[in-house]
T-cell receptor, first 115, second 108 residues
Framework: ETGVTQTPRHLVMGMTNKKSLKCEQH?????MYWYKQSAKKPLELMFV???????ENNSVPSRFSPECPNSSHLFLHLHTLQPEDSALYLC??????????????FGSGTRLTVV | DAKTTQPTSMDCAEGRAANLPCNHS???????VYWYRQIHSQGPQYIIH???NNETNEMASLIITEDRKSSTLILPHATLRDTAVYYC?????????FGQGTTLQVKP
């Protein structure tokens, strides 16, 4: 247990479904991140939130919709996904975006399969 | 883009030291070097970070060259459980951008 909890651990969804991924941290961190890791590829940064405000969207398709209601919770809402969206989705948190003395704490990820 | 380069893969005998190199020739003076590892299909795990001095913790040691253009992560006594992908990262605009990393295979 790292302090960042992601649910569900595994998700299978059809291309017409709507689902949400949840990330929760109680580390007192103020920045949260979504990463995507496709098979045999490096982690790709998708979204960054700092003090609940979105500060970065790395050209992510609109079928991925993040939500950060407070500094402890981060959601990724999914709708009309494609099979190529199948991947491991990782959430991370840090003290603040740009904080240099500490790294990120990652969750264990949600393994998403789109059928 | 990641600001570091690492060998794609390395092998290490169990019980021996694993030395993982990383080049970061464009690093700026106030940028830290971070090391993470990812065991198959899990979230990356923080190992160590440093600015200019060598660092040691319970997991590993980090040796940074005087010009800061390269560093080496040392696992002093590798075990089979250290088999993982190891990432050397320099923060880019306040964000951790991952490269391909080095796949370390610890062999009995």
């Amino acid at each position: 247990e790292t302090g960042v909890t992601q649910t569900p651990r595994h998700l299978v969804m059809g291309m017409t479904n709507k689902k949400s991924l949840k990330c929760e941290q109680h580390l007192g961190h103020n920045a949260m991140y979504w990463y995507k890791q496709s098979a045999k590829k490096p982690l790709e940064l998708m979204f960054v939130y700092n003090f609940k405000e979105q500060t970065e969207n790395n050209s992510v398709p609109s079928r991925f919709s993040p939500e950060c209601p407070n500094s402890s919770h981060l959601f990724l809402h999914l709708h009309t996904l494609q099979p190529e969206d199948s991947a491991l989705y990782l959430c991370a948190s840090s003290q603040e975006q740009g904080w240099t003395n500490y790294g990120y704490t990652f969750g264990s990820g949600t393994r998403l399969t789109v059928v | 883009d990641a600001k570091t380069t690492q060998p794609t893969s390395m092998d290490c005998a169990e019980g021996r030291a694993a030395n993982l190199p990383c080049n970061h020739s464009t690093i700026s003076g106030n940028e830290y070097v971070y090391w993470y590892r990812q065991i198959h299909s899990q979230g990356p795990q923080y190992i160590i970070h440093g600015l200019k001095n060598n660092e040691t913790n319970e997991m590993a040691s980090l040796i940074i060259t005087e010009d800061r253009k390269s560093s080496t992560l040392i696992l002093p006594h590798a075990t089979l459980r250290d088999t993982a992908v190891y990432y050397c990262i320099v923060r880019v605009e306040g964000k951790l951008i991952f490269g391909q990393g080095t796949t370390l295979q610890v062999k009995p």
